[in-house]
C-alpha cells in the first residue's frame, strides 16, 4: 500500500502559479501510475495529469500547456506545476496512485487517494 498526501494549495490570483506536492510512504511511486485530479464544487472529480512509470504523460486538454506533472523517486514525490492560473482552476486537488495502466487512471481508477489540497484563483 500507499499513503498519499498533498500540500501546496492556496489561495493566489489569476495568472499566478503554484506547485503542489504528494508525498507518498508505504511504497515508491515509482512502482505506481500516478496522477493528479480536482473537485470542484457542484462538479465532478476530473483528471487533470498522470503519469505512468514509463514517464508518459497525459494533462487534460483544460490544461494543457499550463500544468505539468512531475516524479521525484528520491523524494518519493509527485509534483504538478500550475501556471498561468486561472478562476476555473480552483477546486480541491488529489493525489492518486495506481499499480495498472494510465488508461485507467486517466479514467479515475485508482487504488490510493490523497485528501486534498484546496486551490483556490481570484480574478
Known amino acids: 500500500q500507499v499513503q498519499l498526501v498533498e500540500s501546496g494549495g492556496g489561495l493566489v490570483q489569476a495568472g499566478d502559479s503554484l506547485r503542489l506536492s504528494c508525498a507518498a510512504s508505504?511504497?515508491?511511486?515509482?512502482?505506481?501510475?500516478m496522477g493528479w485530479f480536482r473537485q470542484a464544487p457542484g462538479k465532478e472529480r476530473e483528471v487533470v495529469a498522470a503519469?505512468?512509470?514509463?514517464?508518459?504523460?497525459y494533462y487534460a486538454d483544460s490544461v494543457k500547456g499550463r500544468f505539468t506533472i512531475s516524479r521525484d523517486n528520491a523524494k518519493n514525490t509527485v509534483y504538478l506545476q500550475m501556471s498561468s492560473l486561472k478562476p476555473e482552476d480552483t477546486a480541491t486537488y488529489y493525489c492518486?496512485?495506481?499499480?495498472?495502466?494510465?488508461?485507467?487512471?486517466?479514467?479515475?481508477?485508482?487504488?490510493?487517494w490523497g485528501r486534498g489540497t484546496q486551490v483556490t484563483v481570484s480574478s
Open positions: 508505504g511504497r515508491t511511486v515509482s512502482s505506481y501510475v
Open positions: 492518486a496512485a495506481d499499480p495498472g495502466g494510465l488508461a485507467s487512471v486517466v479514467r479515475g481508477r485508482c487504488d490510493y
Open positions: 503519469k505512468s512509470r514509463s514517464g508518459t504523460t
